[in-house]
């Protein structure tokens, strides 16, 4: 039977915790009873540098119910992506397989039984998948959804409208632990892993309490490190902008040449044209050149592992 470990980053949460806390000893309870985890499965509390009394509440829930409530006490805050991984990398070496989710409860804890069914089933990662975005407001949807696409664009795979509500077997954590990038969106580096994957579908709820801990501004700039640690193509545009006004410049030098010729221009006018045009590509060009080179060093210095090995069949290759 295989140990969970529920994984709950909790930043000033106080208000939610009471909620949340025996919601999802519930769900543990319901899965021990049907069958589907260990009784030694628990619940990881994260708290990132809380300044309420969520690390209070951790305690003592933990004093209750010592076996089933684990709490993990970050010496300050440090943002959701790393209080996430924090906890997902301490709580795979007493588990056998991890579901990270939020405090709040917005994401349906009705759906990690059949995250578990699909790990049985032999998935290493399953996503939660929010089917519709009802109870977000019309900024959070669009700007979430724009963002959605926006990576897309930039050829970062992520899943659509999924977030960070997701099962991951122990080995696949202990693959994301090896990505030792200090940029981290985890979201991005998940897909990489390879590993057999699917999704489960959810309806996004209402926050159950308290106020979100995503103001706007953590909200761009998870967006611009996700963009920023996965891409380069920022750097190829340039490079694309540089040649196409190599190639406007062609033309605007036959074009004011030509106006030359006929005598119908103002002195000086025609080398200036020359200039602005001819400069600007081959700035921009050397520009986007040197970027290459950083866009090298950047994906080295991350010194991200290479391939992961999903099984290895030798003759004393034994089935774990
Ligand atoms: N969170 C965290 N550290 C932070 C900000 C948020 O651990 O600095 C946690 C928070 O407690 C919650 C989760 O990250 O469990 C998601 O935050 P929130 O629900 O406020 O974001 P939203 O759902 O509004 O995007
Ligand atoms: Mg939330």
């Known amino acids: 039977m295989d140990r969970l470990g529920i994984v709950v980053p909790c930043y000033n949460e106080e208000e939610v915790f009471p909620i949340s806390a025996p919601a999802l000893r519930g769900v543990l309870d319901d899965l021990v009873a049907k069958g589907k985890i260990s009784k030694d499965s628990f619940v990881m509390f994260v708290n990132d540098g809380s300044k309420d009394r969520t690390w209070e509440l951790i305690e003592e829930e933990h004093e209750k119910f010592p076996t089933q409530v684990f709490g993990v006490k970050l010496a300050g805050n440090v943002g959701h992506q790393y209080a996430l991984t924090a906890g997902l990398i301490t709580a795979k070496d007493f588990c056998d397989v991890t579901v990270s989710i939020d405090a709040d409860l917005q994401d349906d804890v009705n759906v990690i039984e ?10 290493d990662i399953v996503y939660g998948v929010r089917s519709s975005r009802k109870t977000d407001s019309f900024f959070k949807r669009t700007t979430a959804q724009g963002f959605y696409k926006l990576m897309s664009g930039m050829g970062v795979k992520t899943v659509y409208n999924h977030a960070d509500f997701r099962l991951m077997s122990q080995r696949a954590v202990q693959a994301f632990s090896e990505y030792k990038e200090t940029n981290l969106f985890i979201r991005g580096i998940i897909p990489l892993l390879g590993y057999k994957t699917d999704c489960v579908y959810y309806e996004r709820l209402e926050r159950a309490a308290g106020e979100s801990k995503y103001p706007l501004k953590k909200m761009l700039a998870l967006a611009f490190n996700g963009i920023s640690s996965f891409s380069i193509k920022p750097i190829n545009m340039i490079l ?38 001819f400069i600007g590509g081959i700035q921009l060009i050397s520009l986007g050149l040197v970027g290459q080179y950083i866009g090298k060093v950047y994906t080295e210095v991350k010194q991200r592992p290479r391939y992961n090995i999903e099984k290895v069949l030798s003759d004393d290759s034994k089935e774990d």
Do not use: N
């Open 240 to 277: 694309g902008m540089g040649v196409a006004m190599l190639v406007i410049a062609l033309g605007v030098a036959i074009y004011s040449l030509v106006q030359f010729f006929r005598g119908q221009v103002e002195p000086g006018w025609t080398s200036l044209m020359l200039s602005i045009w």
């Open 114 to 123: 059949e995250m578990i069914d699909k790990y049985h089933e032999g998935c």
